[in-house]
């Protein structure tokens, strides 16, 4: 299938490493001019030559921090200036601390609002007026599982979450009628940065090995292991894509069949 994605401009948040940097890479492959983004621009600098030269494909680096209104006006702005246009966007962030109701306080799940919530809002409210201007758009939030089923020891994060699915649905009710699609993936357990940093938590915690919770994990899972994050950038990918033309306001769990409801 031809995604027909050769030609358009796509910012992908936070993607020097893990999911972001896999779906930059997945959509470059596609022939897409892609904007890649994180805060260190030496990882950043990195992430952007390995997509240049397993792709061939026009790569722009904008270095920024999502939690600023600043760094991410400039983020979407910079893509508009060098393409012209801004068809594709994916939000993404960080994660947040993992831990239990014990450990945080108010301002900490303030925190996590502004990183997981409050970014994705603010990117797409740079984004959305290019989109509704050139009648066409697609945009993807990378969530989690959490936001479907929440996970034990993240507290903030299935918090957060939730808020993004709310935020993706009504607005993928208000810009269907522009030619956007609007989705959100919710990734289970894919092994980047930060799921080792998870398991090295619950490992120190908990007097065992990384390999001991990675194996847990994959026990939890119906497939019996681990995503590869290009499994996960595939199916973002097809959501990014022209052929995904009627799909939109949906929340899709790329999890190996972690999530254990019916819708
Ligand atoms: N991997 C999984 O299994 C999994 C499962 C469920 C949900 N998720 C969620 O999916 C998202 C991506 O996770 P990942 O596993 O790909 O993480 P990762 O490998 O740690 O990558 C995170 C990326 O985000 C960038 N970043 C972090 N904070 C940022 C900020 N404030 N502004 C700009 N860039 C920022 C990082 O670069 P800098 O540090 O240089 O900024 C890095 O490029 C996270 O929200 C995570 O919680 C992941």
Known sequence: MDFELKGKAAVVAASSSGLGKAIALELAAEG????????????LRRAADEIRSATGAEVLQVTGDLTRKEDVRRLIAETKDRSGS???LVTNAGGP???????????DYRKAVELNLISTIALCRQAVPHMKEAGWGRIVAITSIAAK???????????????VLGFMKSLADQVASFGITVNAVCPGYHLTERLRDLASLVAGKEGVSVEEVYARWAASTPMKRIGDPKEFA??????????????????????????????
Do not use: H, M, W
Not at 237 to 244: I, P
């Open 234 to 263: 595939a199916a973002v990918a097809f959501l990014c894509s022209v052929r995904a033309s009627y799909i939109t306001g949906t929340a899709i769990q790329i999890d190996g069949g972690v999530y254990r409801g019916l819708i």
């Open 149 to 163: 089923q929440p996970v034990e020891n993240l507290i903030l994060s299935n918090t957060a979450r939730a808020g």
């Open 97 to 107: 601390p993992a831990g239990f109701f014990d450990d945080f306080k108010e301002d």
């Open 32 to 43: 897409a001019r892609v904007t890649i983004n994180a805060r260190s621009e030496a990882n």
């Open 86 to 88: 801004v068809d594709i």
